[in-house]
């Protein structure tokens, strides 16, 4: 514990103490003149007050540091985080060395606990082209975590009774309904289905736009118009099974507009935003960057155009702060655990955390059980990366949220550490490996380019001492450890390679890598590029 927490809970407990012992000497100091000029055993009543004033007051003090240690500064630069991997005898990698080697200038972070927020806090900059800081106030690209909140939107219907999960989503449809295919005779697409993933639908992700750039309308990203870049929405596969689609939030979209009678982002303002204090969540398109945290690249830099559009609003556009989704978290949970429904009813709350198939349910990811049932979704789009994961039973979550494109290394590193000192079942934990000693020799022949098949790009293995540096072609970099004679593993994630002895082949993350044999393997800048040769 107290190596995970270190200086950011020494700090505060050290001024606990140092105010404490003040506050001890002069209530010491007062009560043993009283007591010599009342008693004529003056010294022993005098050192008898001292004692218990002493042990009162440092039993204040270290409840006062337990309480610290409960809610340590979670982004304080020295904070240590657990690894994917540990090595015997090494240090835990600081908050802002991870930061640095993933390349993300800034983190935002919204603890709940016992259904209430008791962190919110901020570290790094809005943008690497300037000296702005970040600050938990400023608002972040949420991508696919607009999913389940939009899904919450879309159960404030079923609550005011105006649609019914198991009725046909044509039902609802005015203007576009979903065109009938071999899937849909006689089992048409629900809402459930497509709050769940499970309706068949196209589409699994949507492109972003330039901002600026002319956006197509609602009904041009259904119909899979040309200036919408994405196919058509329509029943591709049979229903029932999990398959992850934003063409099926599109229909949701598409229904919450035309059953409320106003603009998706105005139903969530009023229903949602407004109700719950979200001043700063909004679906609408950004035009202007002031109180944003601008999106960058693998390598840290402030991309050139810091965010894109999204027209599709219910799958991929809201933007938000960890602070605010922890607000609607907490009212999510206080509904579900039948404390107050200020939004939505208890009931309605429960429903979202059934699973429909696997482990999804209307919106959620949903996974474990009873006290350890967790909900949870990840955000990922060009230059941003979040992540809110709550458990309803307990009333404890987090919200975090990056603004780089490396920021899921370091978001899975927070939840880690987070998990092991907040004891979240399911999380904090890591792999504890030996490291293995390889000769110089097949540590050189191994160190070079590689071109990863059959996918293209390359990747390069720099020997730094006995281990390599792995680098990919966008700039994201691993510590690939050796722990036998043919595997290493990658200590950020866990990911092992394998090497066959025999050709000098690698295979990792399900494909294989070949050495590039006509490129330079003294080539280690990560601003040089190695195109595979086809």
Known sequence: MMRLLKSGMNRKCGEVFVNVAAQIRMITINRCFKQLAIRSESDRNGF????????????AAFAACANFSEKPDWLAPDLMLVPAVEFSGERYPTLRERMERYGVPGVSIALIEGGKIVVREALGLKDTNSVEQISPDMVFQAASISKPVSAFGVMILVDHQQVELDAPANTYLKTWTIPESEFTHGDPVTLRELLSHSGGVSVPSYPGFERGAELPSVGDILIGAPNAYSDPVEVIRPQGTYRY???GFMILQKVVEDISGEPFERFMQRTVFGPLGMPRSTFKIMTETDGIALGHDWRGKRR?????????????????????LARWLVAYGSAYRQE????????????????????TGLGFGVHGEGNALHLSHAGWTI??????LYFPERGDGVVIMTNGDGGQHLIDDLLRTLGRERRWPYFGESVTMMRAVWPNEKMDAIAGAYCMSPAGFSVTLARVGDEFELTTSRGSLYRAIPIDSDHLIMQETGDRIVLDNATGKLSF?????????????????????IVCAD
């Open 245 to 247: 689609s934003g063409g």
């Open 383 to 388: 230059g941003y990366r979040s992540y809110m």
């Open 304 to 324: 050139n155009d810091p965010w894109q559009d999204y027209p599709q609003s219910a799958p991929a556009g809201l933007w938000s702060t960890p602070e605010e």
């Open 48 to 59: 008898k007050a001292a004692k218990r004033w002493w042990i009162v007051f440092f039993t």
């Open 509 to 529: 993350w399900d494909m294989t890598a070949l050495p590039v044999a006509d490129v330079d393997t003294r080539i280690q800048k990560r601003s040089q590029a």
């Open 340 to 359: 107050t429904e200020s939004v939505i009813s208890s009931v309605t709350a429960r429903n979202m955390a059934q699973r429909v198939t696997g482990d």
